[in-house]
């Protein structure tokens, strides 16, 4: 048995940005990736953003960012650790409570949403960090403490970025903390490609696509991969594993932290119809907390794996049965091959529903009445600000062996989760998710690979690809030969990384005009 594992997520507000910024500049800096994930105010037409034609979506998109607002800003700086085990990460997660200074619209759909999972609009107020968005309205973005400039140092790390079904995310950062929106999605690709020049990984798009789980919302996506991981762990399994250590935090900087517990998945007794069937393929349910049936992620994969266990015995005894001459049976429809029987029936895209995304979710309907759809969830020591990479650290478990559970017991911790969902620990969540596909992805190599070629190619096969709701290909982040970089971009890159890189952008861009 392993323990559960315990994150320490650091609240950054208004009142304490300035002295909890050196440590912010510092983890990001060295770190090996960030991972970053965000909560909103809105996102506008539903419909719109699942249009047929990828152009119109990023329409839609530009109106939500232009209009709407980051609320809450998750980061999760990840620094893999040379004196440890292979796979061995020192995390440092930072959930940063925003206001917009500007007006902007919130839907009731997302305050309900965030209100259930504990989100304190009062403190929002209160205490929130203030920045303006568009094109900057203060002179340099480079200069002061500001999360406009928070956002100007993760671009001058060069770091990879992680999201989950980051396409809306990338896009409300570069309205709210870069530049206005370019109007076209070439362009937009193009500026990212530069932005972000060691890459963008989505990890929704290696969940469907490399990892290939039953369903990859964020939650499942997460507690299946950590699942898996500690099984090869406990069974002594060859090549690298996911280990996290986190800072221990003391003094000061203990006021600070929100310890977010991550229990083991439990193994207990459940009955598959017990399952709301959408939230079980989605990670969303328009009747939230009021749904009658379970969301229980832990019950939700551990059905998967039996399901999926049912399959191969069937299938075995059929290829039996053909050699011993026994009439072959029809098989059924080889569309949804793979998929659950369970949820065969919610494959299917729903042009009313919502994207996956944390900006109001809770899940899709359960039972035979079926509600208007909704908005797809997805999913130190004594310190001085600065000596966060230095901190002794403490070994936590990335495992997380099932447990035992009664009923009441299980009713009790799910109760005690809800409030949980946070920026912060999403980013977490999401991090871990690239983690443990870079080792799996290694372990398929069959051979370990230098640490200057892990880091110039984590996930070769997802790198700068997005996912696409409704989609059989990605997104690809780069400058083609037909686009070019926005100008809000080009003037931006000499605040970032100086002139002589900004001159050779705007020959890019001139040369494009020609």
Request: net charge neutral; charged share 25%.
């Amino acid at each position: 048995m392993t323990s559960s594992m315990v994150v320490p997520v650091i609240d950054v507000q208004n009142d304490n940005f300035k002295e909890l910024w050196p440590a912010m500049v510092l983890a990001i800096k060295t770190s090996s990736f960030v991972a970053v994930d965000t909560e909103l105010s809105g996102l506008g037409n539903r419909r719109s953003l699942l249009a047929e034609s990828i152009e119109d979506r990023y329409k839609a998109i530009c109106h939500a960012a232009r209009s709407r607002s980051i609320l809450s800003l998750g980061i999760a700086c990840y620094k893999k650790l040379d004196n440890k085990d292979a796979d061995t990460y020192l995390v440092q997660v930072y959930n940063l409570t925003l206001l917009c200074s500007e007006e902007y619209i919130i839907e009731p759909q997302s305050v309900q949403f965030l209100v259930q999972h504990g989100f304190d609009f009062n403190k929002q107020y209160a205490q929130g960090v203030p920045y303006c968005k568009g094109n900057n309205k203060a002179g340099s973005d480079n200069q002061g403490v500001s999360i406009r400039a928070l956002f100007t140092e993760l671009l001058r790390a060069r770091k990879p970025l992680v999201l989950h079904n980051g396409l809306i995310d990338m896009a409300f950062l570069y309205q709210c903390f870069y530049a206005h929106l370019p109007e076209r999605l070439a362009t937009f690709t193009a500026d990212l490609s530069e932005m972000f020049p060691a890459g963008v990984y989505d990890t929704k798009y290696a969940t469907e696509f490399e990892l290939r789980l039953t369903a990859s919302y964020l939650e499942y996506a997460y507690k299946k991969c950590k699942l898996d991981n500690s099984r090869s762990v406990a069974s002594g399994g060859t090549g690298p594993h996911v280990h996290v250590d986190f800072c221990q935090y003391a003094g000061q900087m203990s006021r600070y932290v929100d310890y977010r517990a991550c229990p083991a998945v439990a193994f207990h007794e459940g009955q598959a119809d017990s399952v709301c069937q959408r939230f079980s393929a989605f990670g969303w349910c328009p009747n939230g907390s009021q749904c009658p049936l379970s969301h229980d992620t832990d019950l939700i994969i551990l059905q998967d794996e039996k399901g999926q266990e049912d399959k191969r015995s069937r299938r075995k005894r059929k290829r039996d049965k053909k050699r011993g001459g026994g009439g072959q049976e029809k098989d059924a429809s080889s569309i949804f091959e793979g998929a659950p029987e369970n949820k065969i029936s919610h494959m299917e895209l729903d042009p009313e529903g919502a994207p996956e995304h944390h900006q109001g979710a809770t899940a899709e309907p359960c039972p035979e009445s079926e509600p208007p759809p909704g908005p797809q969830q997805a999913d130190r020591p004594p310190v001085t600000a600065g000596a966060l990479p230095e901190a002794e650290c403490v070994k936590t478990d990335s495992e997380g062996n099932g447990v035992c559970e009664d009923s009441a017991t299980k009713a009790k911790r799910k109760k005690l989760e809800t409030g949980t969902h946070r920026a912060g620990f999403d980013a977490f969540m999401t991090g871990y998710i690239f983690a443990y596909a870079c080792s799996l992805a290694k372990k398929r190599g069959g051979e370990e690979r230098k640490q200057e070629e892990e880091e110039e190619s984590w996930l070769p096969e997802c790198l700068n690809k997005v996912y696409l709701s409704g989609k059989a290909a990605p997104l690809h982040i780069v400058k083609s030969t037909f686009s070019k970089s926005s100008k809000a971009h080009v003037q931006k890159m000499e605040a970032v990384w100086g002139k002589s890189v900004a001159c050779t952008l705007a020959d890019r861009a001139q040369q494009g005009n020609m």
